[in-house]
């Protein structure tokens, strides 16, 4: 007797499949996490590497600044005086 409401299961044997059922086998894996965690340190090694920089060009323009300031001060002290 063949009826509407019968189970069929899902067809396996592929070479895939086998791959997954190989993959599910082991449980987590950590190298997902592991790698993660490398690009996040990579990342974050880059944005520190950045701001140092940034902040070295920020301390070189601030000086260069009060030099100048302090030279032009100092050329217009010098016309006081003559």
Known sequence: MTS???VITAPIGGL???IERDDDSRGY???DAIRCLDA???RRAQT???QHRL???LARLVA???AHIAARA???GMRGVA
């Open 74 to 76: 100092a050329r217009v």
């Open 16 to 18: 895939i499949d086998d």
């Open 64 to 66: 260069e600044g009060d």
């Open 4 to 6: 509407i409401a019968c």
């Open 48 to 50: 520190t590497d950045a």
């Open 55 to 57: 902040n070295t060009l």
């Open 29 to 31: 894996e950590a190298e």
């Open 40 to 42: 996040w340190k990579a």
